[in-house]
């Protein structure tokens, strides 16, 4: 039988390798549009037409970004109850539900934009980039949701490969198309890259559609996705409508800026997402929070120290650096919100380490609350310091935005640990 020492360093090798896999996967779903595809897109199509992208990619996301969120984290809390049979059935019912709800997603946008469109109330090429990007979204959230069995089952090599393989498709015909049709081109370019993805991804794993429905097994996770699709789009909502008020009362230049200090501000933050998302799949295996191991405390505690103050000197010292590199012609208004900024970073730490325990343990309830205030302490300071501010107050916003969040995912989450020690 194999000694403690052993055990435990075959467990930290095995947590290792899920996050050196994590850590791809966030490096080609999100690193590779922020580093790569953003900058240089944002190079070919001028400052203010990628504005104009940034901003319609906000209003496509708050639309319909989430309905594949809400059912992800059904899937945690409820696919490991199911043997094998149980488990492809629950996973055809929820790519089914996703499917369903980003039809009609999508011909409800694409029927209020012409509307919109028809009486001048959208602007031209906002318009046109707005089209594509609403259509992306429903292989965007088909593909996201598609791959959440391997989260579960904690096969993140398998994932990074697929999200490495999605990132190449959207940055080549991104590019392909942003060379040729400016930011409109860009736009139609990311939407065939998801399209191509997301149908690679149904050729290969076509039993995930095949399946069937199950009423049982959508009722059980209707009562999670609701809660977590509400949820997500207040989360989402803050960040996206400050860019979207900025761009209304200013310039689409003062997005830009926004959007490339944001850039670098989270993509310093990468370390600290993955080990917050490789968190929430080990939890995925306790049913309690008082199932957790005793050391999982000062574990913890070591993560939000060192995670909360890292990034942020780093952030300060290399975030200007690399933001000339990346963004090159976006000048120092870009560098003074990126100083702003980075006292975001901070509570963004504690947002990625907190909001995995209250995901998985707290009452479903509380996701959506904590969100809605945290959306509260976005968009009050959106309102009152963006029309006086410009750039400068959305970058405040932020920060008072991601205060409010940590802490309130701090709080619940100590109440989660207090409630079992008492």
């Known amino acids: 039988m194999p000694s403690p020492a ?11 390798g899920y996050f050196f896999w994590a850590m791809g996967e966030h490096i080609t779903n999100t690193g590779l549009p922020r580093l790569v595809l953003f900058p240089l897109a ?3 199509v001028g400052k203010e037409h990628f504005g104009v992208f940034v901003t319609a990619l906000s209003i496509a996301a ?3 970004a989430q309905p594949a969120n809400g059912l992800v984290t059904g899937m945690i809390r409820h696919l490991s109850t199911y043997d094998k049979r149980g488990q492809r059935l629950f996973y055809s019912t929820a790519m089914r539900m996703c499917s369903w709800a980003m039809v009609a997603i999508v011909g409800v946008g694409l029927a209020t934009l012409l509307g919109g469109a028809s009486f001048g109330i959208i602007e031209r090429l906002l318009f046109q980039c707005l089209v594509p990007l609403l259509i992306s979204l429903y292989p965007e959230n088909q593909f996201f949701l598609g791959l959440t069995e391997l989260r579960v089952q904690r096969r993140f090599r398998e994932r990074t490969v697929w999200y490495a393989m999605r990132a190449i498709l959207v940055v080549a015909f991104g590019l392909s198309g942003a060379l040729v049709g400016g930011a409109v081109g860009f736009a139609w370019g990311y939407a065939v890259g998801n399209f191509l993805s997301y149908g690679i991804l ?17 009722q059980s996770l209707k009562k999670v996705w609701l809660h977590m699709s509400i949820a997500g789009v207040i989360s989402l909502s803050g960040p996206y409508l400050n860019k979207i008020v900025l761009g209304f009362y200013h310039t689409y230049t003062d997005v830009a800026d926004l959007f490339a200090a944001s850039a670098i501000v989270f993509s310093f933050l990468v370390v600290v997402s993955c080990i917050g998302y490789v968190l929430l799949s080990l939890l995925a295996r306790y049913a309690t929070i008082a199932d957790l191991p005793k050391a999982a405390r000062s574990q913890l505690f ?9 990034p942020a000197i780093l ?3 290399a975030g200007p650096v690399a933001l000339r590199i990346l963004f090159p012609s976006f000048g120092e208004k870009s560098e003074d919100l990126l100083r702003i900024l980075v006292w975001a970073a901070p509570f963004a730490s504690l947002v990625y380490l907190m909001r995995p325990f209250v995901l998985k343990f707290a009452p479903t309830k509380v996701t959506p609350l904590v969100n809605g205030l945290s959306l509260a302490g976005t968009l009050i300071p959106t309102v009152l310091l963006i029309p ?6 959305a970058a405040w916003a932020v920060v008072v935005g991601q205060a409010v969040a940590g802490l309130l995912w701090t709080y619940y989450t100590i109440k989660l640990f207090w409630s079992h020690m008492q």
């Open 388 to 393: 006086w501010f410009h750039a400068t107050g």
């Open 62 to 64: 708050i639309i319909g």
């Open 302 to 310: 070591v993560l939000v120290v060192a995670s909360a103050t890292l």
């Open 42 to 44: 944002a190079y070919i």
């Open 202 to 218: 149904m050729v290969r794993r076509s039993e995930w559609m095949s399946g069937g429905y199950d009423k049982e097994m959508g």
């Open 315 to 317: 952030l300060w010292v």
């Open 6 to 16: 052993k055990i435990s360093l075959r467990t930290y090798q095995t947590r290792a």
